[in-house]
């Protein structure tokens, strides 16, 4: 029977979260909204607006009169804008928590997934082994009737239900080495590399 590694169940939960390209969405989406609080903290100064006119004219006519010349300076504050920054930034930082308690809700099922799989894999090893060695043991005795059986010794019957005993030890050896492989691969699924490769 094949045991479980605590150790390196962990190593293939850290492997999941680095690799699988969901854990990296959420990382872009948590950047992307601190970014935005980041933009939100800078609008403040959205709210104020400069402008100059340059009037070089000192002459006054009828067409254009202007009774101020040189240069001009006003400087405009809107006040909705002020007042709406504060539930911005707010609006901004809710939108960081969110997105984090989404990613930390996935970590949790991407851990919960990866231990499900890894002990679906250990399960289909230890399967694994005890059909290889029942097939082992089978093939043994279907050799030693195929043995009598050519001498004389064994009757046809007996004969026929070891080697029966024998292809059904053979054909449940070959179904779990196919879970195996399902197993391995559904695992794999979630670290985004193979097996192998995590020692």
């Known amino acids: 029977m094949y045991s479980v590694s605590d150790s390196y169940l962990q190593k293939l ?6 690799n699988y390209p969901r854990m990296q969405v959420y990382n872009k989406r948590i950047e992307n909204a ?13 709210a104020l607006s400069f402008s100059y006119l ?15 010349n040189g240069y001009q300076v006003g400087m405009f504050v809107n006040f909705g804008a002020l007042i709406q920054r504060p539930s911005e930034i707010k609006k901004a930082k809710t939108e960081v928590a969110i997105t984090q308690a989404e990613k930390d809700e996935y970590v949790l099922n991407i851990t919960a997934l990866v231990k499900q ?10 399967v694994l082994k005890l059909k290889a060695k029942s097939l ?7 050799q030693q009737a195929k043995y009598k059986f050519e001498k004389g010794e064994e009757t046809l019957e ?5 080697v029966v005993s024998y292809e059904d030890r053979m054909e449940g050896k070959m179904e779990a080495e196919g879970a195996l492989l399902i197993a391995k691969t559904n695992l794999e699924e ?7 490769n995590i020692k």
Do not use: C, H
């Open 117 to 126: 799989r890894y002990y679906l894999y250990i399960q289909a090893l230890s």
């Open 158 to 162: 007996t004969y026929n239900k070891d």
């Open 54 to 68: 340059y009037s070089p004219n000192n002459a006054t006519t009828i067409v254009n009169p202007t009774l101020l």
């Open 13 to 18: 939960i850290d492997t999941a979260k680095e």
């Open 190 to 196: 979630l670290l985004g590399t193979k097996l192998e």
């Open 34 to 46: 601190e970014t935005e609080v980041k933009r939100a903290k800078a609008g403040w100064f959205d």
């Open 136 to 142: 082992t043991d089978v093939e043994g005795t279907m």
